[in-house]
C-alpha cells in the first residue's frame, strides 16, 4: 500500500500543481459513467419485464409511471417505456464518448507537456554534453520514455 501512496505522489509532483484538476475531472467522469453503467443494467431488466410473456412485469417495472398515465393502456405504456430505455442508450454512448475523447485529450496534452519540459531540459544543457552525446539518441530516449507515459 504504501508504495502506491508513492507512487501517487511522484505522479502528481510529475504533474504539476497546474494540472492535477485534469486528472480529478477524468476520475469524477470515470465515477459518473459507472454510475450510468449501472442504471443502463437496470434498465436492461426493465426492458426484459416489459417484453417477456405476461404483463406481471410491466406492473412491477412501470408501477410509478402507471399511477402517472393512468388513461395509457398497457401497450402504450410499454412503447414510452421502451422509448425511454432507448433514449437513455443514446444519452449514455454521448457521455461514454465524451469521456473518451476527454480522456484521451488529457492524456495528449500530458504527454506533449512532459516532451516540452524534457525538450527544455535537454536545450539546457551545456554545450560540452551535447558533444559527448549523440543528440539523435537522448532525442529517441525522449520521445520513448514520453510515449511510454502515454
Given at each position: 500500500m ?18 492535477r ?40 417495472v ?9 388513461a ?11 422509448a ?27 504527454g ?7 525538450l ?7 554545450y560540452?554534453?551535447?558533444?559527448r ?10 520521445y ?7
Amino acid at each position: 500500500m504504501r508504495d502506491v501512496v508513492d507512487a501517487v505522489r511522484k505522479l502528481a509532483a510529475l504533474l504539476g500543481p497546474e494540472r492535477r484538476w485534469r486528472w480529478v475531472l477524468l476520475v469524477v467522469m470515470a465515477l459518473a459513467t459507472t454510475g450510468v453503467e449501472v442504471v443502463g443494467a437496470s434498465a436492461i431488466y426493465a426492458l426484459l419485464a416489459l417484453i417477456g410473456p405476461g404483463s406481471d412485469g410491466l406492473v412491477e417495472v412501470a408501477g410509478p409511471l402507471g399511477a402517472l398515465v393512468p388513461a395509457a393502456d398497457t401497450a402504450t405504456l410499454r412503447v414510452g417505456l421502451a422509448a425511454g430505455i432507448v433514449a437513455f442508450f443514446i444519452l449514455r454512448a454521448v457521455l461514454l464518448v465524451g469521456r473518451a475523447y476527454v480522456e484521451g485529450r488529457i492524456v495528449a496534452s500530458a504527454g506533449v507537456e512532459l516532451a516540452e519540459r524534457l525538450l527544455a531540459g535537454y536545450v539546457a544543457l551545456p554545450y560540452l554534453f551535447h558533444t559527448r552525446r549523440s543528440s539523435g539518441d537522448l532525442i529517441r530516449t525522449a520521445y520513448s520514455s514520453t510515449i511510454s507515459i502515454e
